[in-house]
Each structure stands twice: as C-alpha cells, then as structure tokens.
C-alpha cells in the first residue's frame, strides 16, 4: 500500500469520528481534488472557504442588532448553507495563509462547530489543507491552540495514482469509510493501552513544543491524546494497515509521541481484557506498573461495559493480586472504577482489599452497601 493510500485511509477515519484533520502538502498535489473526491464518495456536500480571503467575523460572526435591539453574531452565507445541511464538509483551503487573528476566530469552529451564534450540525466534518508556511503566498506558522485541534496528515505525491488519474480522471478514487462495529473491545484495550503508557511517561501527557514550527503541528496535549485514542481505536476496530494507525497517531501527537507508544504497546503485550475476565483463575498480573495499570485499567472498564456478578467478581480477583503484591496505588483506580459499577447480586467485598478502605468509601461503595 503507498504512502497516499494511507492518507487516505487516515482521512476517511477521522472524518468517520469527526475528527478535524489538516492535509499538509506542496502546492499542485491534488489536497483539493482529493477532498472533492471524498465528498464524491461518501455523498457528502464539500463548502470551500478560502482562509485568505476571509476576515475573522467570517468565522467568529458580524454583530447584528437583531429587531428586539438585541445583539447577535450573524453567520456567513457559507456557515447557513452548512447548518441547514444534516452532514456534509467543511473544507478550509489554504489555512497556513490566514493570519493570526483569523486564526483565532476559527478555534470555535473547528472544534465546536460554531460560526457566529449558530451551532453546525453533528454531522458536518471539517477538513483543512496546508502548504507549509515556507512556501505558501504569505504563509504564517499555525497557532499552538489551532495546531492541537487537527490530526495532521502529510499528503505524499503519488505518481501512479496521478498517472491513472490523467487517463480516468479522479473520480472517487476508491474512497470508501471502514465499516462500523458494535464492539466496544478495541476502544478499552487502546485507552487502557494510552493509560498504562502515559503512566510511565508523564511528560508526554502536554508537551507542547518551543519552536513556532513544531508548536504550528501535531504534538502532546489530554486533547490530542484523547483524538489520537479515538482513531486509534477506530482503525484498529476495522482491523487497518499499522501504517494507517502510525500516521493516524503521529497525526495527532506528532511522531515521536507516537513512536514511543506504539512501542510499548507492541512490548507490553496486554492481555485481552474479555480473555482474562473468563479466566481469572489462570491470569498473573505483570510486575511492571505501567503494565498492571493498563490491565486493571481496561478490565475495569470492560466489566463497566457490561457490568454482572461473574465479571464483577472476576475483575475484583485480579484486583487483589494488585494489592497482594504491593501495589494498592496501582489497584486504587481500577477499584475506584469498579466501586461505581457494582452489579446486582454483590453483597460483599473481597476481604483483601482492606487497605483499599479509603477509596472505596470516596467512591460510595461502603456507604451505598452499608458497609
């Protein structure tokens, strides 16, 4: 698979989440005609604005006196033919080109989907494509605030796919969303993974860099990370190439962030949380925390997903190896977890986890039980 197909694949994902995503690449590589494309695909109408040719009420809204002498921000026309729509895409060309304050005045709408007083639908997706700032018309570097709303993916020249495109055109170029799956199993291993992860690597939780340039990309922050969480699991539920998955990570915490994860994900080797709940008996809980943290982390969520006795209890005695072996700081989270999700049928605690009172009595267990 080329480097193009998986920024295609990258950009179908995060538009399936939502996800806002900002296409880098040269001028003349075809970022607009494979937005265009997309659309196409997906049926899906694509509004253009023009970042340079925008003032910041264009976004942020024109103050009207409305007829009851009240204020309000007027939308642009482009932000009412989009909230009149139930889905569709907002496609902001050329953004390196806006300057700061129109940079400003797009943070709400990136992220919230807000122009003015008007709140877009849902369904609207919002893509941005970018030359670099050294070879746009007048090119300025992001603003950190706005940087950390994208999932930026570098869009590569492909020659093959340009030269069947002179023959047959564009088209859709294959675009296609990866299907949806009811199950919630790669969304708990890929957050428990992140929590064991950012547990043995606290600096990268925001670690927002010092230069303009790399500050105007993707990089660390609880933001990214939880977009980053979002994809992720998304590609891994539609069983993606690992390729699609590093840019989809790399697009949102910057490579090396994503490096480093992927490589303790691959090491730590996690245990399928569903796996352990049907055998706890059978189970050891790693020595290392950063791994014991991920376990419990995504057992407790998954029994929090569907939440009975025998998972309940199952989890409960993995727990307790935690506090067996020293480590109640490491047990505490997944017992706090557990503690607000305690299914009917449980009238007791495990006697082991005594030292884990405390906890216990913050999250309402022991009162709630009259214990």
Not at 233 to 256: E, F, H, K, N, Q
Not at 332 to 348: D, K, M, S
Request: charge should be negative; proline fraction near 9%.
């Amino acid at each position: 698979m080329t480097s193009q197909s998986h920024a295609i694949q990258a950009l179908s994902v995060a538009v399936s989440r939502r996800i806002p995503v900002l296409l880098w690449g040269g001028p003349g590589t075809g970022k607009s005609s494979m937005i265009r494309s997309l659309g196409a695909a997906l049926d899906l109408p694509v509004v253009t604005v023009i970042a340079s040719l925008r003032e910041p009420a264009d976004f942020a809204g024109l103050p009207v006196v409305s007829d009851d002498g009240s204020i309000r921000l007027a939308e642009p026309a482009w932000a009412r033919k989009l909230a009149q729509a139930e889905s569709g895409i907002l496609f902001l060309d050329e953004i390196t080109t806006a300057p700061p304050a129109v940079q400003a005045a797009l943070l709400r709408v990136v992220l919230e989907r807000v122009v003015g007083d008007v709140a877009l639908p849902p369904g609207i997706a919002v893509i941005a494509a970018a030359n670099p700032p050294e070879v746009a018309a007048g090119g300025w570097d992001l603003s950190p605030p706005l940087a950390n709303r994208f999932c930026h993916i570098e869009w590569p020249v492909d020659s093959d796919r340009y030269l069947e495109a002179l023959s047959a055109g564009w088209g859709t170029a294959g675009i296609e969303l990866p299907p949806e799956s009811r199950s919630k199993t790669s969304a708990v291993q890929v957050r428990s993974a992140l929590a064991g992860f950012l547990r043995s690597r606290p600096t990268l939780l925001y670690a927002m860099p010092e230069d303009a340039t790399s500050s105007g990309r993707a990089w660390p922050s609880p933001r990214s990370w939880d977009m980053a969480a979002e994809l992720w699991a998304r590609a891994d539920d539609a069983d993606l190439d690992a390729g699609v998955i590093t840019m989809l990570l790399s697009g949102c915490v910057g490579p090396g962030a994503a490096l480093e994860l992927l490589a303790w994900q691959q090491e730590a080797d996690l245990p399928d949380p569903e796996t352990v709940l049907a055998d706890p008996g059978s189970f050891r809980l790693p020595d290392r925390g950063d791994r014991q943290f991920a376990v419990l982390t995504a057992l407790a969520v998954a029994v929090r997903n569907n939440p009975t006795k025998e998972r309940w209890e199952a989890a409960f005695s993995v727990v307790e190896q935690a506090v067996s072996r020293g480590a109640p700081d490491v047990a505490a989270v997944a017992a706090r977890t557990l503690a607000q999700n305690i299914p009917e049928g449980v009238t007791a605690l495990p006697p082991s986890v005594g030292s884990l009172a405390p906890v216990l009595a913050k999250a309402k267990i022991l009162r709630r039980n009259g214990r």
